[in-house]
């Protein structure tokens, strides 16, 4: 893996984590406004930035497309990737 | 030891209620495990 797609797929990853902390929140607290706008603020920067990536690279979960060859298969594994 | 029969009451726990004010920017989130600064709190080295 590249360093370009390392860096795209953290970025990805640091959306997804800001995106489940702020939907914990308003699940006690459904009437904050502000929590509300910054999360579906981030909800749309996570999708946009997780079609890029999987239209360059592939799928990150099942139920997504794939280009040919079926990418899935495609190393490396999440466990094989070197984060640091 | 207390009896039961003393006047002592059982404990009780509060928990204030969070109130959102700022956020981490996603990748320091993600580094530190929350994104709510007000919920950072690392452990840290204990000197014996």
């Avoid at chain 1, 800001?18 to 308003?26: D, K, V």
């Avoid at chain 1, 930035?49 to 298969?73: D, K, L, V």
């Avoid at chain 2, 030891?1 to 981490?24: C, G, K, T």
């Amino acid at each position: 893996m590249n360093r370009e797609q390392l860096c795209q797929l953290k970025e990805l990853m640091a959306l997804e984590f800001t995106a489940l902390e702020l939907h914990l929140y308003l699940d006690t607290h459904p009437t904050d406004q502000r929590a509300l706008m910054d999360y579906n603020s981030v909800v749309q920067q996570l999708t946009i930035a997780r079609q890029r990536y999987q239209e360059r690279y592939g799928p990150i979960t099942y139920g997504e497309p794939s280009a040919y060859p079926w990418q899935w298969i495609n190393e490396p594994w999440p466990w094989e990737i070197c984060y640091e | 030891m207390y009896s039961p029969n003393d006047q002592m009451r059982l404990a009780r726990a509060y928990v204030p209620f969070q109130i959102y004010s700022e956020r981490l920017n996603p990748m320091e989130g993600l580094m530190k495990g929350t994104i709510f600064p007000e919920l950072y709190f690392p452990y840290r080295e204990h000197k014996r």
